[in-house]
Nanobody, 120 residues
Framework: QVRLVESGGGLVQPGGSLRLSCTTS????????MGWYRQAPGKQRELVAVISSGGSTHYSDSVKGRFTISRDNMKNTVYLQMNSLKPEDTAVYYC??????????????WGQGTQVTVSS
């Protein structure tokens, strides 16, 4: 059974930083490309960062230069370091599988996500 548990969200002022974590179980973590997705109110879920099984990374234009995705295969965990946060980064953030060509994918289920709110 796939389990994805996101954590680390919160309320932060514009320009601040947060580090999100996603712990996984029920998958062979190290062979999968992983992605961070976000969904803002009234908007579709979007893929913002991907890390391949080999560690290559890809970012959407909206977060490039501000967010960094990383992974720890020993801990079956993927991280998202978010710096220089903007109000438009406010969303629920989820992790899930991504495709090898940096497109959205999933393991068939989603975690509960973690809320990130950027506001003064």
């Amino acid at each position: 059974q796939v389990r994805l548990v996101e954590s680390g969200g919160g309320l932060v002022q514009p320009g601040g930083s947060l580090r999100l974590s996603c712990t996984t179980s029920g998958i062979v973590f190290m062979i999968n490309a992983m992605g961070w997705y976000r969904q803002a109110p009234g908007k579709q879920r979007e893929l913002v960062a991907v890390i391949s099984s080999g560690g290559s990374t890809h970012y959407s234009d909206s977060v490039k230069g501000r967010f960094t995705i990383s992974r720890d295969n020993m801990k079956n965990t993927v991280y998202l370091q978010m710096n220089s946060l903007k109000p438009e980064d406010t969303a629920v953030y989820y992790c899930n599988r991504a495709s090898s060509d940096y497109a959205p994918d999933s393991f068939g289920s989603w975690g509960q996500g973690t809320q990130v709110t950027v506001s003064s």
